[in-house]
Structure formats: structure tokens, C-alpha cells
Nanobody, 128 residues
Framework: QVQLVESGGGSVQAGGSQILSCAAS????????IGWFRQAPGKEREEVAR????????GYADSVKDRFTIHEDNARNTRYLQMSNLKPEDTAIYYC?????????????????????WGQGTQVTVSS
């Protein structure tokens, strides 16, 4: 059974940084994706970043490119979302999610509906 446990989040001033972590376990094989999503009040959930576990390939939304980076600690099966130069519009609940692919698949994709497993979410608030 896939399990995701998130930590991190909180309040920060604009221009500051935060790190979110996502500890993942229970995958049947190595072809899976970890995605970070966020949802602001009144808005749809949107992808922020993703990583393919076996390949290590990453993708980022245009709105966070060059500001957010995914790091891995493979020994702990944990991914970190390093968020820098935060803006008030980054304020949202952030979720990590997992998508188990068919063996050999390489495409993760940005759609929340493709991810079956979700962490509990953590609030990030950026004040101006």
C-alpha cells in the first residue's frame, strides 16, 4: 500500500524560502512519479513539479520554474520541494502525490486526476 507523509510548510515573507518533504513508501516497482500540487482558495488544484522515480527526470510548472526544485534522498525514500523567492501568489495548500506507472513507462504528466495517492497536504502562506 502506497503511503505518503508530508511535512514542512508554514508562513514566510515574500522573497523567502521553504522546504516541503514527502516520504513515500509501499510502491510495487520503481516506475512511479511523485508530484507536487497546490490548491489556493477558490482555485483548481494545479501541478507544481514532478519527478520520475527511476529516471530522476523532473518537470516544473512555468509559474515556479527557476524558483522551485525537487531534491531526493533515496536512502530515506523522501523527496523535497525546495521553494525559493516565494511570492504571495504561491500561497496555497501543497500536496505531494504518487502515480504508479506501468513497468517501463517514462511519462508522469501534470494532471491531478492521474495521481492515485495523496499526502495530507500542508499550508504555505506567503505574506507581502
Amino acid at each position: 500500500q502506497v503511503q505518503l507523509v508530508e511535512s514542512g510548510g508554514g508562513s514566510v515573507q515574500a522573497g523567502g524560502s521553504q522546504i516541503l518533504s514527502c516520504a513515500a513508501s509501499g510502491f510495487p516497482h520503481s516506475d512511479y512519479c511523485i508530484g507536487w500540487f497546490r490548491q489556493a482558495p477558490g482555485k483548481e488544484r494545479e501541478e507544481v513539479a514532478r519527478i520520475h522515480n527511476r529516471l530522476g527526470s523532473t518537470g516544473y510548472a512555468d509559474s515556479v520554474k527557476d524558483r522551485f526544485t525537487i531534491h531526493e534522498d533515496n536512502a530515506r525514500n523522501t523527496r523535497y520541494l525546495q521553494m525559493s523567492n516565494l511570492k504571495p501568489e504561491d500561497t496555497a495548500i501543497y500536496y505531494c502525490a504518487a502515480r504508479v506507472l506501468r513497468t517501463g513507462s517514462v511519462f508522469c504528466g501534470p494532471s491531478p486526476s492521474d495521481y492515485s495517492y495523496w499526502g495530507q497536504g500542508t499550508q504555505v502562506t506567503v505574506s507581502s
